[in-house]
């Protein structure tokens, strides 16, 4: 039987989508003619900016291939009217703490569109696989390491509402996203591991 295919919202579906694009369409060819003037100046050893743009050039190489392979992967996930009144993929929601009345807005989507957005949360995440299939006013326990909490459910929406702020995701610097990396090896077909691993790569280097 074959894997189930991880969830994105139509809305990060095309910011990797946009990514991508500009990674193949713009960076790139402005990067590739950038190596070929350097390489065209001589001796390559001491060129500071040939050995720059190749390094730059590589991660922008396998930071279009992981894309690539992510997006093929990916199930985008519409809104269906029969999730109304209920949380489940892509909903806003917000829930309240019972031991201290506290507040927390947040939205459940996949792990591949957080994009550093502190209030939006993995399907896969405890207290999302908690609040799926609740209801207004149902409870939901949320198992953690320091013990178990409850939270209730205060509302439940499918469009963006007032009482949830939109952060902006956090963008790869594609700028810079070449500085202080190893110069790269032979291209190869990485596997699902080092795409994980370069993608953690990648996130450590996003700015706001």
Not at 37 to 54: C, I, M, V
Not at 75 to 98: P, S
């Amino acid at each position: 039987m074959p894997a189930k295919k991880p969830y994105i919202t139509p809305q990060g579906y095309e910011l990797l989508k946009k990514e991508l694009d500009y990674l193949w369409l713009e960076k790139r060819p402005d990067v590739t003619a950038k190596v070929s003037w350097a390489a065209s100046l001589g001796d390559r050893s001491e060129n500071a900016d040939y050995q720059y743009n190749k390094r730059l050039l590589a991660q922008i190489d396998r930071r279009i291939r992981y894309l690539r392979k992510v997006l093929n992967d990916l199930q985008v996930v519409e809104f269906n009217v029969q999730q109304e009144g209920r949380v489940f993929f892509g909903a806003y929601v917000e829930i309240e703490a019972d031991d201290d009345e506290s507040l927390m807005q947040l939205r459940i989507v996949g792990s591949e569109e957080i994009f550093g957005r502190s209030n939006y949360i993995s399907v896969d995440a405890p207290m999302a696989r908690a609040l799926l299939g609740k209801s207004e006013g149902d409870d939901a326990v949320v198992h953690t390491p320091k013990g178990d909490r409850i939270w209730y459910v205060n509302k439940i929406s499918y469009k963006c509402p007032d009482w949830f702020t939109e952060q902006e995701p956090h963008q790869i610097d594609h700028e810079n996203m070449g500085e202080d990396e190893a110069p790269a090896g032979d291209e190869k077909e990485l596997t699902p591991e080092e795409l994980k691993k370069l993608e953690q790569s990648y996130l450590s280097t996003m700015v706001k």
